[in-house]
């Protein structure tokens, strides 16, 4: 497919389909958000306490074209009013981004429309970039999600590269799992944050995980099985008590929440300090936790740093995102052919 330069009100159909989300959004010229439709799957997984893939992807096949029509319809528009159709091509589950792809393509291919892969961790980073009174580049970005824990250089919308990652499980995923044992419901990260309210952080310590000197990393295994321990009274052998037989449930998720929520703080400063930058942007689910917006913003103004988050709306898996940074992709030429296929990493 012929590629040229986008032109400053190009307007882009972002679809996203990467894991539990099916959502699809108008955006001109990069930054006007004209609509954004979101399906979510929580109802279909709540039930076994995450995402299970062949479910979201059926789903996906489901509500797709409905949430692309209503995104259309809220925007006022036809397809014969897209400039171009950007899609969420990795990471994610397989069977979910193929849906996505899928359309996008037959959607490219049957209005002559360029094609524009887009990655979805670049797009969440993207995202607090979209509400920026000024542009933040270059800056440290920290993308904390049910699927992703990660550092980021980013010196532009499309020139990012990886500083950390987590070891094992992402904080989101923690988040889910420690809300299992603690019978507080799913998805994970709103439903402990919301009991954690009610706790005294102070009256449980957590471990916290610290990479050797002058690295940087995550890991959250540890501090899930330490959570599991304390449960269980200490003896790791013993048979994990009922929600409600827990007496310290809240001051449990508080000190997990504030063990989580420390360990990404200090190491987003600490990438701060190592790469000389004085930004950062934070995207992913786990963005709209409270404590993390509160302490990452405190210690980081302290530090002399800005932090940027996105609206909550624009933290958890959403389209706009996809079409802002297809924007981007698109004004460089950056499209695809009819070739174009999903990929898991």
């Not at 709540?46 to 489901?62: K, N, T, W």
């Not at 690295?215 to 048979?239: I, M, N, P, Q, W």
């Not at 930004?279 to 405190?298: K, M, T």
């Not at 988050?309 to 981007?328: H, K, Q, R, W």
């Amino acid at each position: 497919m012929t590629s040229h330069p986008a032109p400053s009100e190009a307007l882009v159909l972002g679809i996203e389909s990467s894991c539990d989300e099916t959502a699809a959004a108008v955006v001109r010229g990069g930054l006007e958000v004209l609509s954004s439709k979101v399906h979510s799957q929580i109802d279909e997984h709540a039930v076994y306490g995450g995402v299970v893939p062949e479910i979201a992807g059926r789903s996906h096949l489901r509500k797709i074209l409905p949430v692309v029509d209503a995104a259309l319809e809220e925007a006022g528009l036809g397809l014969d009013g897209i400039d171009a159709v950007a899609v969420t091509q990795r990471p994610g589950l397989i069977g979910s981004l193929l849906v996505g792809v899928s359309v996008a393509k037959a959607l490219a291919f049957t209005r002559g429309l360029p094609l524009v892969p887009v990655h979805h961790i670049e797009a969440h980073v993207h995202s607090a970039s979209m509400e920026c009174e000024e542009r933040p580049w270059p800056c440290v970005a920290l993308v904390v999600s049910g699927g992703h824990t990660a550092l980021y250089r980013a010196e532009s919308p499309l020139a990012m590269s990886r500083l950390a990652t987590t070891l094992d499980d992402a904080a989101g995923e923690a988040f889910d799992k420690v809300s299992w044992l603690l019978g507080c419901g799913y998805p994970g990260g709103p439903a402990v944050s919301a009991l954690a309210r009610e706790g005294d952080a102070t009256r449980v310590r957590f471990p916290r995980y610290r990479p050797q000197k002058g690295e940087l990393g995550f890991s959250f295994s540890g501090l899930k099985t330490a959570v599991l321990y304390h449960l269980r009274g200490g003896d790791a052998l013993a048979a994990t008590p009922e929600p409600e037989a827990i007496e310290d449930r809240a001051d449990v998720a508080a000190a997990f929440e504030a063990a989580v929520v420390d360990v990404l703080v200090e190491q987003t400063l600490q990438a701060c300090r190592q790469e000389g930058l004085e930004r950062v942007l934070v995207g992913g689910g786990v963005a709209c936790n409270g404590r993390l917006r509160r302490e990452l913003g405190e210690r980081a103004a302290a530090a002399g740093i800005e932090a940027s988050f996105p609206s909550p709306a624009y933290c958890t898996d959403n389209a706009v995102m996809i079409a802002g940074l297809g924007f981007e992709l698109l004004r460089a030429g950056r499209v695809a052919g009819l070739e174009l296929d999903a990929l898991a990493r």
